[in-house]
């Protein structure tokens, strides 16, 4: 069989342009604080690619960790366990969570999808995912989360779990761990309240 590269190289082209093309649409569509504004790809625990415009129309606690820490971060996935189940079962299918790592080269998509069935997350309104150094700056910065690396490879930084929008843009926050913040929680019901 002969194939026509210059046939190949024009549906290639073709297919790139109507990529950018829905890319930029929808870019231009989100409000201007939009966290989906920020170009990064993701990997979910089960080898996914997505971007975060892929979230777009979906009410979503969005928060950073690392599979490897042993204090802060197994708190912050128990404290967002404790918020969901504050509210009924019909919210809880309707709200999203997305813990994206601090640690792209050990945190692979083999050990999110072990960290998943150890902490047993429901990876149907739960997303663990993984993108590149830069990605994780990005994000940290739009999400006022702090960070650093230590010589002991260790993490240290700060801790948020913040409400997007159906549009990407934050909400509400909080930064309290180990017991359910009652603002939080009312704004919540509040978002679940105004759509699907």
């Not at 549009?167 to 909080?174: K, L, N, Q, S, Y």
């Amino acid at each position: 069989m002969k194939i026509n590269l210059r046939n190949v190289l024009q549906a290639f082209l073709a297919l790139l342009f109507f990529q950018l093309a829905r890319e930029s649409v929808a870019a231009t569509q989100l409000p201007g604080d939009s966290i989906y504004r920020l170009p990064i790809a993701l990997t979910d625990q089960d080898g996914k690619d997505f971007h975060l415009t892929d979230r777009r129309a979906t009410l979503q606690l969005v928060s950073m960790f690392y599979t490897s820490c042993p204090y802060v971060c197994p708190l912050i996935i128990d404290t967002i366990k404790k918020t969901q189940r504050a509210l009924d079962a019909d919210e809880q299918k309707r709200l999203q969570i997305l813990l994206v790592s601090f640690d792209p080269e050990r945190d692979t998509v083999a050990r999110l999808k072990e960290t998943a069935g150890q902490r047993k997350i429901d990876t149907t309104t739960w997303t663990l995912a993984r993108t590149d150094t830069r990605g994780v700056r990005k994000l940290a910065a739009v999400l006022g989360v702090q960070y650093r690396a230590l010589a002991n490879r260790e993490i240290n930084h700060s801790t948020s779990i913040v409400l997007l929008d159906r549009d990407g843009r934050i909400v509400a926050r909080t930064d309290k761990l180990g017991e359910i913040d009652a603002e939080f929680v009312a704004a919540l019901h509040t978002a679940l309240a105004a759509g699907p």
